[in-house]
């Protein structure tokens, strides 16, 4: 039995040493989903194969979105997974958040969009509950709060318009973006979602505070309230 366990160690250091080699090599495109789950893993808890762990959780959250999303708790009810290797998983889904809100906050936020949807995708589209979200813009359009307003249930969290506007306010802002995730994965505007954002609009405008767009993000890709017309 000493013997199998002495193989089974060495075999998985061997493995992930080809795993350094491929990303060494090639880069992250070249490890597949669970490899690239399993080499963290592996990082946090090394004496042990990573592999199985690494496959369970994403099934467990449906892919590596998912999972990054998830947060502590729900990570943690999955067997095998403890405080340190959780941290690894936070500490990436962080550091790619930091990233992607810097390079919003770097220019005009109407001047690079791709990168603001981005940072919203990797924030938002995958989350189970619903998050809202308002972005205050000055009179260059350059982001100058990300006001994270609140989580709501599974299908629903409440934006309110008097809320929003106080705080646009007290921030000096000139122009909102209003944001929101469907945990459902369809990203298409409800009734609620039109009138609300209406109702924003409205508010705004007697205060000469423009409302740019409501995005809607979901794990199936996103929706523009200006875009579809109905701002």
């Known amino acids: 039995?000493?013997?199998?366990?002495?193989?089974?160690?060495?075999?998985?250091?061997?493995h992930r040493a080809r795993l350094r080699q491929k990303l060494a090599d090639s880069g992250g495109d070249a490890l597949h989903d669970h490899e690239l789950i399993e080499y963290l893993l592996a990082l946090a808890i090394?004496?042990?194969?990573?592999?199985?762990?690494?496959?369970?959780?994403?099934?467990e959250f449906g892919g590596i979105g998912g999972l990054m999303s998830a947060d502590w708790q729900a990570i943690a009810r999955v067997p095998g997974m403890g405080d340190t290797s959780i941290a690894a998983i936070k500490i990436v889904q962080a550091s790619t958040l930091r990233m992607l809100r810097n390079?919003?906050?770097?220019?005009?936020?109407?001047?690079?969009?791709?990168?603001?949807?981005?940072?919203?995708?990797?924030?938002?589209?995958?989350l189970h509950v619903e998050r809202v979200r308002v972005l205050h813009l000055n009179s260059r359009n350059m982001l100058i709060r990300d006001d994270h307003?609140?989580?709501?249930?599974i299908d629903q969290a409440a934006i309110y318009v008097r809320e929003v506007i106080k705080r646009a306010m007290e921030l000096g802002?000139?122009?909102?973006?209003?944001?929101?995730?469907?945990?459902?994965?369809?990203?298409?505007?409800?009734?609620?979602?039109?009138?609300i954002t209406r109702q924003i609009v409205e508010a705004g405008k007697r205060l000469g505070i423009s409302v740019h767009d409501h995005?809607?993000?979901?794990?199936?890709?996103?929706?523009s309230l200006r875009a579809q017309g109905l701002l």
């Open 1 to 14: 039995m000493a013997d199998q366990d002495e193989k089974t160690a060495h075999d998985g250091v061997g």
């Open 46 to 59: 090394p004496r042990r194969d990573t592999k199985p762990l690494a496959k369970a959780l994403l099934r």
């Open 103 to 126: 390079e919003v906050a770097a220019r005009p936020v109407l001047a690079s969009w791709q990168a603001l949807l981005d940072y919203l995708r990797a924030d938002m589209a995958h």
């Open 149 to 153: 307003m609140g989580d709501g249930s």
């Open 173 to 195: 802002s000139a122009a909102l973006i209003l944001v929101h995730n469907h945990p459902s994965g369809d990203p298409s505007p409800s009734r609620q979602d039109i009138d």
């Open 215 to 223: 995005i809607i993000m979901a794990a199936s890709g996103h929706a």
